[in-house]
């Protein structure tokens, strides 16, 4: 794949020349050609325009996977203005933080996400920054359709765009454990890439029909759901969020051929009584991503869905997010171990933690990446940039991982949440993925550690039972000490009803290991035990 430099409205405008008529999304049963989101994304553009939103503003885009989502987006996009993606789950303080970090000129805000209405929040807000401008979206499918449009913002010509290659296309919020989220700034040139390196891995063609659970506000779901689906030219039928019965139900009526989704999503829907009743024989491929998966869950996944080419990425919202994708042609049991391969036009590395040397073949350390997926940096933290980007342009991922002979690449955890114990590093995850391929009494399964002498970190194990399972630990020790060395075995496992989780759903590992305590006796325990002592 040869690099291009053009921007999104580009590549809209190619596709609108090329299949006018063409269905572009399917929403609540409706559908839309692309040149009907060609023009109602302009009217709104030119609704912005009149609102006072000028070249350059940042504009907040709070509204859940939707028709009106990817209208707001794009009329932003020909505005030559910065999309600032909000997380739906997000309340009324993250909003209010964001606005102040992302400078925000104006909010466009939907309905609501789950049982919380927006609307209120919004006017809350508004009192605290009455220069910020709130422009509902809505949630129904009707909201920013061709006919809900004045006849002046019908025929009223937008300025001709500015943007480059280069300039920022979508800023992008990392749900970081602690603190205010990162706002990672991508370009036209990052992410129209990357979706066309995706498409190519893929084997996506203009005719394929994609499903769309994952939010649009997180790379994952805006880079190789709508940014490809732009590129392509092929059907968005997406869905406000993702809940079991409504996905299988959309893909059945829909006869969609591409279904993207982290891993949790294809087990819900796995895991549903009434998987069954629903023909999904339309479904040709689609990318798992996003979070580890065990090979025998994957490869569950893989037999619940026959004909779904179910392909491993790897990738953060950094690199735009993808930086590798299996081989189509890799069976299952090789898809269930690895990564897959890195994409063309990157670099990679792996490097030692101590003094950054660059580490063989087989070798564990952090990886790092070059190449035109690369960010262009945290909005307003040089500093933060400074220390993941170095002046040769390599991107520290923060994850350690090892290539074998062959250049696949296996990911073994995060450096962040390295245990160091006894002078070894150990991997949480890698604990994790056994425990849970080994254990199935188990349904989570979060390993931190507690400060230690000597050994410098014990290990614990917080786990969340099955319905009606005990927790078994001697059998879970037998069997951890069968897969793994014996200094990366849990000093405890702690039962837990449930884990404290960030707004997208991330285990808060610091927060759950603050729970935990060493006894007079040397055993884990958690602090609320200790008043029972």
Known sequence: MELERRTLTEYLQDTVRRSPGKTAVIFHGKAFTWSEIDRSSSCFAVRLLNSGIKHGDHLGIWCANSY??????????????????????????????????????????????????????????????????????????????????????????LPAPEAGPDDVLAMLLTSGTTGQPKGVMLSHYNLTNTARATIEAMGWTAEDRMFIGVSLFHCFGLTSSLISSIILGCTMCPVTSFRTRPTLECIEENRCTILN???????????????????????????????????????????????????????????????????????????????????????????????????????EGELEVRGYNVMQGYYHMPELTKETIDEDGWLKTGDIACFDEDGYLYIKGRCKDLIIRGGENISPQEIENVMLEQCPWLSDVCVVSIPAEVIQERIAACVILKEGESLQENEIRLRLKKELADYKVPDAYIPFDRFPVTASGKVKRQELAQKLYAGPDGRILKKEEQADE
């Not at 819900?268 to 009743?277: E, I, Q, T």
């Open 68 to 157: 009106n989502w990817i209208v707001a987006f794009l009329a932003a996009v020909k505005l030559d203005c910065l999309p600032v993606a909000v997380n739906t789950s997000f309340k009324g303080s993250e909003v209010r933080g964001i606005i102040r970090y992302a400078e925000l000129k104006a909010l466009l805000y939907g309905d609501g996400h789950k049982d919380v209405k927006f609307l209120p929040i919004v006017s809350a807000l508004q009192e605290e920054f009455p220069d910020l401008l709130a422009v509902p979206v809505g949630g129904s499918v009707g909201d920013l359709t061709e006919e809900k449009f004045t006849g002046t913002e019908k025929q009223t010509e």
């Open 261 to 363: 989704g982290v891993p949790a999503m294809f087990l819900a829907m796995l895991r549903n009584p009434h998987f069954r009743d629903y023909d999904l024989s339309s479904l040709r491929c689609g990318i798992i991503a996003g979070s580890g998966i065990s090979p025998s869950e994957y490869m569950d996944v893989c037999r619940g869905f026959p004909t779904l080419r179910l392909v491993p990425s790897y990738g953060q919202t950094e690199t735009s997010p993808a930086v590798s994708f299996s081989p189509l042609t890799d069976p299952d049991e090789k898809n269930a171990r690895n990564a897959g391969k890195i994409l063309p036009n990157m670099e990679t590395r792996i490097v030692s933690l101590d003094d950054r040397r660059v580490l063989p073949c087989g070798e």
